[in-house]
């Protein structure tokens, strides 16, 4: 009979023990390998740095959080396993993904698993115009802002420029691209091509043979870092002095690394240096202090683990459901500051994150006054 109660009392306590030592599974997951993989490194360092917060401030809901980190390498059919990865593991929450063509297929997922997915990064209007349930946000900008910005800025700035647009095919930069077209056009502007380039290779001098025949003066590229830089160093190896412009995917020092000096005078669409909000200033110190540079998508993705932190608390839960509606419903204050979103999902927009133009110099880029 002793030996059957000490049993007893033993189970009990680590019963007890277990539950004092409950833990909420979340998630973050982006390019962390490949040629994008800068981006990814952004998101897992904002997400790590979010966790270790919460955690050290009591956690969510009393429980501590555990962070998953996936790896989709910009390819929709891995970012479709890694959603099924996540929820065989009971993630609750995802802050991802970086790609729009990544995170579209794996909305579809989350939506059907039960897991809330806000994306710091992904800007293709479908990924909430289209979204396939409640639970999945953004609190990013999207492409119809940024293009609308960037075709009007050339237009007005380059009136007389002859004009060549690209893009990579891909969700994101294909939409880029021609929402950039239209805005460009509406101005009553025409451009002198519209192309596609196929992501991942080197040797792109055969666009910019034809551009240099077209005697381009501004290149707009829907496009990411690494395309980017190698188009701008062929362009420099023709002898062309054509301004490359493009989005918010030039938003990481790699990119000076690929282009060196050619780089310079390059243009982008950001929102306002997350860096220097206000509410961001101890982070961002902290980051500092620890070698990290918070740039790009850093804070985005702290910021998209805060929303879901406190929509949980305000939900008493993190009941899929309940959290949506506590997203849909609510205000949070963040380290990019307040946060409230539409019917869509997306964040209302203010006047402190609408996009502006950044310039590349001497291997740094900074907002244009």
């Not at 059957?4 to 306590?13: N, P, Q």
């Not at 200033?281 to 918070?294: E, I, K, N, Y």
């Amino acid at each position: 009979m002793k030996k059957v109660l000490m049993a007893s009392v033993m189970a009990f306590g680590l019963g007890m023990s277990g539950a004092a030592q409950a833990e909420i599974a979340i998630a973050t997951a982006g390019p962390m390998t490949g040629q994008y993989a800068s981006f990814g490194e952004q998101m897992r360092a904002g997400a790590e740095a979010a966790v270790r917060d919460i955690n050290a401030a009591g956690g969510v809901l009393g429980e501590q959080l555990t962070l998953e980190v996936g790896d989709d390498a910009c390819d929709p059919r891995q970012a479709v396993s890694v959603a099924n990865q996540f929820a065989a593991q009971g993630v609750v929450f995802v802050a991802g993904h970086f790609c729009s063509g990544s995170s579209i297929p794996a909305s579809a997922v989350y939506s059907e698993e039960g897991i809330v997915q806000i994306s710091p990064a992904s800007t293709n209007p479908a990924l909430t115009d289209e979204r396939p349930g409640p639970g999945v946000f953004r609190v990013c900008g999207r492409d119809d802002q940024q293009g609308a910005v960037a075709g009007t800025y050339i237009a007005e700035t380059y009136p007389d420029a002859r004009v060549a647009i690209l893009h990579d095919k891909t969700a994101y930069g294909q939409g880029l691209a021609v929402e950039t077209q239209a805005a460009y056009n509406a101005a009553g502007k025409t451009e002198v091509m519209f192309e596609a380039i196929t992501a991942g290779e080197q040797d792109y001098n055969a666009i910019v043979s034809r551009m240099k025949a077209e005697n381009i003066d501004i290149v707009y590229l829907g496009g990411y870092h690494t395309e980017a830089g190698l188009i701008v160093r062929q362009m420099r190896e023709q002898g062309m002095d054509t301004v490359l412009i493009s989005g918010d995917a030039l938003v990481t020092n790699e990119y000076w690394a690929i282009t060196g000096d050619a780089g310079e005078g390059t243009l982008m669409t950001f929102s306002p240096d997350p860096r220097a909000n206000p509410a961001a200033a101890d982070l961002v110190a902290r980051f500092t202090a620890d070698g990290v540079d918070p740039e790009g998508y850093v804070l985005y993705t702290y910021a998209a683990i805060q929303v879901w932190a406190q929509a949980v608390e305000a939900a008493g839960s993190t009941d899929y459901e309940a959290v949506a509606a506590a997203i849909s419903g609510g205000t949070f204050p963040t380290v990019l500051g307040e946060f409230s979103f539409d019917e869509n999902g997306d964040p209302v927009r203010t006047p402190e994150r609408d996009y502006v133009f950044y310039n590349w110099h001497a291997g740094s880029y900074g907002q244009l006054q």
